[in-house]
């Protein structure tokens, strides 16, 4: 069964930083690739990052870019998300998500229940 | 960016009912589109991919239909636990982005 569990949500103030783990099971780890999506309250889902196989290709939303950084050890079967310079509009449930075809782009099948990052002073 | 429209932006039905929610793409996306639905407190799930394939375990009440930039998402008979929002998602072009939901209610 394939399991997604994120880590690492917490209060932080504007302007801090924030890394979040998900650690995957149930499945070959290095054969998919993986991202985040995050929900700000109540806002719609917004995708934010996506990370290939081996960790050489990587793409970020507008509104993270130069930001956020993700991340993957295919060695320990985890996920990360490095956020710097949070800002309010940060704020968000973070889920960590697997594509539903090994070895290629396709929508996410497989997802965490979420971590919440609250931002605020 | 793609942006993609849905509508309506909530959708009232009864148990039995056939809902019928659009996704318009500002550009076309071909047939790389999917729909997600999510529930208040849990994890959003995939529905359809590929415009019309239902994903492992999606009953066939489920149904998605077009290509291009016109996109519907068919739910042929309400069941009380499809109260929830969809989304639908283009995964052509980066960056990703998802349609703005449409929440289904049921009555």
């Known amino acids: 069964e394939v399991q997604l569990v994120e880590s690492g949500g917490d209060l932080v103030r504007p302007g801090g930083s924030l890394r979040l783990s998900c650690a995957a099971s149930?499945?070959?780890?290095?054969?998919?690739?993986m991202g985040w999506v995050r929900q700000a309250p109540g806002k719609g889902l917004e995708w934010v990052a996506n990370i290939n196989e081996d960790g050489s290709e990587k793409h970020y939303g507008d509104s993270v870019k130069g930001r956020f950084s993700i991340s993957r050890d295919n060695t320990e079967n985890s996920l990360h998300l490095q956020m710097n310079g949070l800002r309010t509009e940060d704020m968000a449930v973070y889920y960590c998500a697997r594509v539903i075809l090994d070895h290629r782009d396709s929508p996410f099948g497989y997802w965490g229940q979420g971590s919440l990052v609250t931002v605020s002073s | 960016e793609i942006v993609l429209t849905q509508s309506p932006a909530t959708l009232s039905l009864s148990p039995g009912e056939r809902a019928t929610l659009s996704c318009r793409a500002s550009q076309s996306v071909r047939t790389y589109l999917a729909w997600y639905r999510h529930k208040p407190g849990q994890a959003p799930r995939l529905l359809i991919y590929d415009a019309s394939n239902r994903a492992t375990g999606i009953p066939a009440r489920f149904s998605g239909s077009g290509s291009g930039t016109d996109f519907t998402l068919t739910i042929s008979s309400l069941e009380p636990g499809d109260s929830a929002v969809y989304y639908c998602?283009?995964?052509?072009?980066?960056?990703?982005?998802f349609g703005g939901g449409t929440k289904v209610e049921i009555k």
């Open positions: 149930g499945f070959t780890f290095n054969n998919y690739r």
């Open positions: 998602q283009q995964h052509i072009n980066w960056p990703l982005t």
